[in-house]
């Protein structure tokens, strides 16, 4: 599914260079585990580049976490839903914000 990426955002997003600088992401859709890379994140959803891409259709609920991360918990088995896909990227939506400004989280991922 196409996605227009130019609506407005609600919360601030962390840009990482170079599709998240090496930090690997998991989802856990049906008992199934795949890896992503993390292009960006924000207190409300991530968008990450998979490859190959999984069958993720929209409105798909799972568990995402940041791999190697120390971050107490809070990136790690988050409920979502994917809200689009675009070839091999996929934009997810957390189902609780996180709660937690863009520094926070660029400390914590970068």
Not at 56 to 76: H, W
Not at 87 to 98: R, T, Y
Request: one cysteine or more; aromatic letters at 4%; glycine letters at 10%.
């Amino acid at each position: 599914m196409e996605s227009d990426h130019s609506e407005r955002r609600q919360f601030g997003r962390l840009h990482l260079l170079a599709y998240g600088q090496g930090k690997l992401c998991k989802l856990e859709l049906g008992g199934v585990l795949c890896k992503a890379d993390l292009i960006d994140i924000s207190s409300g959803g991530a968008r990450l580049k998979t490859c190959p891409p999984p069958e993720l259709p929209e409105k798909k609920e799972l568990l995402f976490s940041v791999a190697d991360t120390d971050d107490n918990g809070l990136l790690q088995k988050l409920s979502a839903t994917v809200r689009w896909r675009n070839g091999q990227e996929v934009g997810i939506k957390f189902d609780n914000e996180l709660g937690v400004a863009v520094s926070t989280l660029q400390r914590l991922i970068c």
